[in-house]
C-alpha cells in the first residue's frame, strides 16, 4: 500500500518536474528542429539515413576500404574468351573482363556517384530556387516570363536534354554534372513558386503586410523560410534521381572518359557484353545504384511527412 | 459617449466590388460610413459574410489590387487612404494603425520566433538598434500580460497557448502605439476565460493610450463589454447604428432584434427556447430588389420588397445618435424618442 503510496507520487513528482520542464527543453525549439526529433524516432528514416551514411563513409575511405587498385589490371592469364574469372582468394567479387577488381571499383565508383549526385543536385537547387524565388516574390510578368522559361525546359524529356546538354559540351565529368542539373532546374523552380505564391496568400502573410512589414522582409523573411521544407524534401529525393541518371548517362557513353575513376553507370553499360558469361558484372553496379537510390528516396519520403503539418499528430 | 475630439477615422460611403472577367461582380461592402474617436470603441456587428472583414480590409488597404474595387472615402487623420500608393500605406500600417486579426496561431508565422516578429515591427517604423528593440519587445510583451517574456522572445508560436499567441498579436499591433487599432474578430477563436482577458486587455489600452478601438465581431458579448457604438450590417450595408446601451435595450432593426435574442442568456428560464432568426445569411436579397433582409424578417410587408424612389431602403435618422435602415422596425412603447423617429423612417 504505501509502496504503491510512494509509486504513484514518484510518477506524480517525475510528472511535474517533466511538466515544469517542458516549455525549457522545448524552447528555441523551431519546426526544423522538431522535424528531425521526429526523424530520429522514425526506423524508416533511420534506414535510409543508415544506407546514405555507408555509402558516404565508403567513398569517403575508398582508397582504406578497396583491397586492390581499381584500374590495375589482374589475373589476365586467366581471362579468355569466354570466360572471367569468379570470386576467389583476394578477389571477394571476381574481377571484370579486363582483369580489375570488381570490389575495388565499386568502392571506388560510389565516389563518382555520389560526387555527381550531389554537385548537380545542389547545382540545379541553386538555380532552380534563384528561379522560383525571382518567379515568386515579383510575380506578374517577370512571374510569367520565368515560368514559360521554365515550362519550356520542362516540356523537354529529361533524358534527352540532358543528352543533349552533354553532347553540346563535351564529354566530361563536369558536363555530365550540368547535364542533370539543367533537367532538376525547372522542377525546383516551379516547386519554389507554387509553394511560394500559397504562402504569400497565408494569414502571417497578410498580418505582416498590416502591420507595415516592407515587402522584399516578407518575401524574404516570412515567406521564403515558409516555403523550403517542399524544396528540401525534393533535393532529396532528386539526389536518387541524379544517380540514377549519372549511370543512365554514363550506360550511353556519355559519362566522365577519364578511365581512372569507375563509375557505377559505366560498369553497367561495359557489363551488358557479358551477360550471359558473368551476370554478376551487371548486378552488383546495379544493385548499388538501386540501393543508394532507396536510401536517398526512403529519407526524402520520411523527411516529407516530419516536416508537413498534415502528417503531424 | 461620444467624444468631442476630432475622429481618427473616417469611412464615408465606402464601397468593396469584387469583379471577376466574365462573371458579375459581388458588392461585398456598400455604402458604409462610420468614425471613430481617439478613446472610443465602436463594434461593427453582423453575422459571416456581412461585409465586417471586407470592410477592415479596405480601411487597411490590404485587399488585392486586381479584382477588387475600392471606392468612397477611408480618412485617417484627415487624409484618403483609398487609392493611396503603397509606400504611404505601408509607412501607416503598423506605427498608425494596427490590426489584430482572428486566427493567431495562422497569424504569426510559424518558422521565426515571437521576439523577431515583434522587434520586426519595431525595426520596421522606429529608429531603433536591435538591442533596442529587443528591450521594447521584452516591455511590450510584459505589458500585454505575457508571463517570462524574455524567455517568450526565443519560442516559436506553436510553443505559445492561444491566448498567448493573442497577445504577442496584439503586443505587435501595439508596437508603435497606433492611434487606431481594428481588431477582426480578436476571441474567436479562444476559449471563454481567455477571451475576457483579451478583451480586458483591449479595453486597458482604449482607456490608458487614448487608442480608436474597431471592434469587428459576431458576438453580442463582446459588444456589450467593450463597444460605445455600434454598427449592425447585413450583406454589406450598415442597417443600425446605436449606443450600445440603447440598441441592447430596444432595439429597432428585426435584425438586430433577431441578433440579440438568438442569444442564450445565462437569467433567462430553463428550458426557454432560444428564437433564431429564420434561414441563413445566404438568403439575403441583393439591395436593389428591397430590404436584403426582408426574406428572413418577421416583421416583412409588401413594402419592404418593392423599389420605393428608385432606390434601396435608405438608412435615415431614428432618434438621438440613432441611425436606422427599415420599413417596418421593432416598436417599443417604453421609448417615446423611438416612436417619433419611426415616422421620419417611414
Given at each position: 500500500?504505501?509502496?504503491?503510496?510512494?509509486?504513484?507520487?514518484?510518477?506524480?513528482?517525475?510528472?511535474a518536474?517533466?511538466a515544469?520542464?517542458?516549455?525549457?527543453?522545448?524552447?528555441?525549439?523551431?519546426?526544423?528542429?522538431?522535424?528531425?526529433?521526429?526523424?530520429?524516432?522514425?526506423?524508416?528514416?533511420?534506414?535510409?539515413?543508415?544506407?546514405?551514411l555507408?555509402?558516404?563513409?565508403?567513398?569517403?575511405?575508398?582508397?582504406?576500404?578497396?583491397?586492390?587498385?581499381?584500374?590495375?589490371?589482374?589475373?589476365?592469364?586467366?581471362?579468355?574468351?569466354?570466360?572471367?574469372?569468379?570470386?576467389?582468394?583476394?578477389?571477394?567479387?571476381?574481377?571484370?573482363n579486363?582483369g580489375?577488381?570488381?570490389?575495388?571499383?565499386?568502392?571506388?565508383?560510389?565516389?563518382?556517384?555520389?560526387?555527381?549526385?550531389?554537385?548537380?543536385?545542389?547545382?540545379?537547387l541553386?538555380?532552380?530556387?534563384?528561379?522560383?524565388?525571382l518567379?515568386?516574390?515579383?510575380?506578374?510578368?517577370?512571374?510569367?516570363?520565368?515560368?514559360?522559361?521554365?515550362?519550356?525546359?520542362?516540356?523537354?524529356?529529361?533524358?534527352?536534354?540532358?543528352?543533349?546538354?552533354?553532347?553540346?559540351?563535351?564529354?566530361?565529368?563536369?558536363?555530365?554534372?550540368?547535364?542533370?542539373?539543367?533537367?532538376?532546374?525547372?522542377?525546383?523552380?516551379?516547386?519554389?513558386?507554387?509553394?511560394?505564391?500559397?504562402?504569400?496568400?497565408?494569414?502571417?502573410?497578410?498580418?505582416?503586410?498590416?502591420?507595415?512589414?516592407?515587402k522584399?522582409?516578407?518575401v524574404?523573411?516570412?515567406?521564403?523560410?515558409?516555403?523550403?521544407?517542399?524544396?528540401?524534401?525534393?533535393?532529396?529525393?532528386?539526389?536518387?534521381?541524379?544517380?540514377?541518371?549519372?549511370?543512365?548517362?554514363?550506360?550511353?557513353?556519355l559519362?566522365?572518359?577519364?578511365?581512372?575513376?569507375?563509375?557505377?553507370?559505366?560498369?553497367?553499360?561495359?557489363?551488358?557484353?557479358?551477360?550471359?558469361?558473368?551476370?554478376?558484372?551487371?548486378?552488383?553496379?546495379?544493385?548499388?545504384?538501386?540501393?543508394?537510390?532507396?536510401?536517398?528516396?526512403?529519407?526524402?519520403?520520411?523527411?516529407?511527412?516530419?516536416?508537413?503539418?498534415?502528417?503531424r499528430? | 459617449?461620444?467624444?468631442?475630439?476630432?475622429?481618427?477615422?473616417?469611412?464615408?460611403?465606402?464601397?468593396?466590388?469584387?469583379?471577376?472577367?466574365?462573371?458579375?461582380?459581388?458588392?461585398?461592402?456598400?455604402?458604409?460610413?462610420?468614425?471613430?474617436?481617439?478613446?472610443?470603441?465602436?463594434?461593427?456587428?453582423?453575422?459571416?459574410?456581412?461585409?465586417?472583414?471586407?470592410?477592415?480590409?479596405?480601411?487597411?488597404?490590404?485587399?488585392?489590387?486586381?479584382?477588387?474595387?475600392?471606392?468612397?472615402?477611408?480618412?485617417?487623420?484627415?487624409?484618403?487612404?483609398?487609392?493611396?500608393?503603397?509606400?504611404?500605406?505601408?509607412?501607416?500600417?503598423?506605427?498608425?494603425?494596427?490590426?489584430?486579426?482572428?486566427?493567431?496561431?495562422?497569424?504569426?508565422?510559424?518558422?521565426?520566433?515571437?521576439?523577431?516578429?515583434?522587434?520586426?515591427?519595431?525595426?520596421?517604423?522606429r529608429?531603433?538598434?536591435k538591442?533596442?528593440?529587443?528591450?521594447?519587445?521584452?516591455?511590450?510583451?510584459?505589458?500585454?500580460?505575457?508571463?517570462?517574456?524574455?524567455?517568450?522572445?526565443?519560442?516559436?508560436?506553436?510553443?505559445l497557448?492561444?491566448?498567448?499567441?493573442?497577445?504577442?498579436l496584439?503586443?505587435?499591433a501595439?508596437?508603435?502605439?497606433?492611434?487606431?487599432l481594428?481588431?477582426?474578430?480578436?476571441?474567436?477563436?479562444?476559449?471563454?476565460?481567455?477571451?475576457?482577458?483579451?478583451?480586458?486587455?483591449?479595453?486597458e489600452?482604449?482607456?490608458?493610450?487614448?487608442?480608436?478601438?474597431?471592434?469587428?465581431?459576431?458576438?453580442?458579448?463582446?459588444?456589450?463589454?467593450l463597444?460605445?457604438?455600434?454598427?449592425?450590417?447585413?450583406?454589406?450595408?450598415?442597417?443600425?447604428?446605436?449606443?450600445?446601451?440603447?440598441?441592447?435595450?430596444?432595439p429597432?432593426?428585426?435584425?438586430?432584434?433577431?441578433?440579440?435574442?438568438?442569444?442564450?442568456?445565462?437569467?433567462?428560464a430553463?428550458?426557454?427556447?432560444?428564437?433564431?432568426?429564420?434561414?441563413?445569411?445566404?438568403?439575403?436579397?441583393?439591395?436593389?430588389?428591397?430590404?436584403?433582409?426582408?426574406?428572413?424578417?418577421?416583421?416583412?410587408?409588401?413594402?419592404?420588397?418593392?423599389?420605393?424612389?428608385?432606390?434601396?431602403?435608405?438608412?435615415?435618422?431614428d432618434?438621438?445618435?440613432?441611425?436606422l435602415?427599415?420599413?417596418?422596425?421593432?416598436?417599443?412603447?417604453?421609448?417615446?424618442?423611438?416612436?417619433?423617429?419611426?415616422?421620419?423612417?417611414?
Amino acid at each position: 500500500m504505501t509502496a504503491l503510496g510512494n509509486y504513484k507520487r514518484e510518477r506524480i513528482d517525475a510528472l511535474a518536474a517533466r511538466a515544469g520542464q517542458l516549455p525549457e527543453g522545448d524552447a528555441g525549439l523551431s519546426l526544423t528542429r522538431s522535424a528531425f526529433r521526429r526523424l530520429r524516432r522514425d526506423p524508416v528514416a533511420i534506414t535510409g539515413a543508415v544506407i546514405v551514411l555507408v555509402f558516404l563513409l565508403v567513398a569517403a575511405f575508398a582508397p582504406l576500404l578497396a583491397p586492390k587498385d581499381p584500374v590495375t589490371q589482374y589475373l589476365l592469364s586467366e581471362i579468355r574468351p569466354g570466360t572471367i574469372p569468379g570470386s576467389q582468394e583476394g578477389f571477394p567479387l571476381g574481377v571484370d573482363n579486363l582483369g580489375r577488381d570488381l570490389l575495388s571499383r565499386l568502392i571506388y565508383g560510389s565516389r563518382q556517384s555520389l560526387l555527381i549526385g550531389v554537385v548537380s543536385t545542389v547545382l540545379g537547387l541553386v538555380v532552380g530556387m534563384s528561379l522560383g524565388v525571382l518567379a515568386g516574390a515579383f510575380g506578374g510578368w517577370v512571374d510569367t516570363v520565368v515560368m514559360r522559361f521554365v515550362d519550356i525546359i520542362l516540356s523537354i524529356p529529361g533524358l534527352l536534354m540532358a543528352i543533349t546538354v552533354s553532347v553540346l559540351l563535351g564529354q566530361s565529368q563536369l558536363s555530365l554534372m550540368i547535364a542533370i542539373a539543367v533537367v532538376q532546374v525547372p522542377i525546383f523552380a516551379r516547386l519554389l513558386r507554387g509553394s511560394m505564391l500559397a504562402q504569400r496568400g497565408s494569414d502571417y502573410a497578410v498580418a505582416a503586410r498590416a502591420l507595415g512589414v516592407r515587402k522584399g522582409r516578407i518575401v524574404f523573411g516570412h515567406v521564403l523560410p515558409n516555403s523550403l521544407s517542399p524544396v528540401i524534401v525534393q533535393a532529396t529525393l532528386s539526389l536518387a534521381t541524379a544517380i540514377i541518371e549519372a549511370a543512365a548517362l554514363s550506360y550511353l557513353g556519355l559519362g566522365d572518359p577519364d578511365i581512372a575513376r569507375p563509375e557505377w553507370g559505366a560498369m553497367l553499360a561495359n557489363a551488358q557484353d557479358f551477360l550471359s558469361i558473368r551476370p554478376a558484372l551487371a548486378v552488383w553496379p546495379a544493385l548499388c545504384i538501386i540501393v543508394v537510390a532507396l536510401g536517398f528516396t526512403l529519407l526524402g519520403e520520411r523527411l516529407r511527412e516530419a516536416l508537413d503539418p498534415k502528417f503531424r499528430r | 459617449m461620444s467624444s468631442l475630439q476630432a475622429p481618427v477615422l473616417e469611412v464615408e460611403d465606402l464601397a468593396v466590388r469584387f469583379t471577376r472577367r466574365g462573371e458579375q461582380s459581388t458588392r461585398a461592402v456598400d455604402g458604409v460610413s462610420f468614425s471613430v474617436a481617439p478613446g472610443e470603441t465602436i463594434g461593427l456587428v453582423g453575422e459571416s459574410g456581412c461585409g465586417k472583414s471586407v470592410t477592415s480590409l479596405a480601411i487597411m488597404g490590404l485587399l488585392p489590387r486586381r479584382g477588387v474595387e475600392v471606392t468612397g472615402s477611408v480618412r485617417f487623420d484627415g487624409n484618403d487612404l483609398v487609392g493611396a500608393p503603397d509606400h504611404v500605406l505601408r509607412g501607416l500600417r503598423g506605427a498608425d494603425m494596427g490590426m489584430v486579426f482572428q486566427d493567431p496561431l495562422s497569424s504569426l508565422n510559424p518558422t521565426v520566433p515571437i521576439g523577431t516578429q515583434v522587434t520586426e515591427v519595431l525595426l520596421e517604423h522606429r529608429e531603433m538598434s536591435k538591442a533596442e528593440a529587443r528591450d521594447e519587445a521584452v516591455r511590450l510583451l510584459d505589458r500585454v500580460g505575457i508571463p517570462d517574456p524574455s524567455r517568450r522572445l526565443k519560442e516559436y508560436p506553436h510553443q505559445l497557448s492561444g491566448g498567448m499567441r493573442q497577445r504577442a498579436l496584439i503586443a505587435m499591433a501595439l508596437a508603435c502605439a497606433p492611434r487606431l487599432l481594428i481588431a477582426d474578430e480578436p476571441t474567436t477563436a479562444l476559449d471563454v476565460t481567455i477571451q475576457a482577458q483579451i478583451l480586458e486587455l483591449l479595453r486597458e489600452l482604449v482607456v490608458d493610450s487614448g487608442t480608436a478601438l474597431v471592434m469587428i465581431t459576431h458576438d453580442l458579448g463582446v459588444v456589450a463589454g467593450l463597444c460605445d457604438r455600434v454598427h449592425v450590417m447585413y450583406a454589406g450595408k450598415i442597417i443600425e447604428t446605436a449606443d450600445r446601451r440603447d440598441l441592447f435595450a430596444r432595439p429597432r432593426q428585426p435584425y438586430t432584434g433577431g441578433l440579440l435574442s438568438s442569444v442564450p442568456r445565462l437569467d433567462s428560464a430553463r428550458g426557454a427556447p432560444l428564437t433564431p432568426i429564420r434561414g441563413s445569411a445566404r438568403d439575403a436579397i441583393p439591395w436593389s430588389e428591397g430590404c436584403a433582409f426582408a426574406p428572413r424578417c418577421d416583421n416583412a410587408q409588401d413594402d419592404c420588397l418593392t423599389e420605393v424612389s428608385g432606390s434601396t431602403v435608405p438608412l435615415v435618422p431614428d432618434g438621438p445618435g440613432r441611425e436606422l435602415r427599415c420599413r417596418h422596425p421593432l416598436e417599443h412603447p417604453s421609448a417615446p424618442s423611438g416612436a417619433t423617429a419611426s415616422g421620419a423612417a417611414r
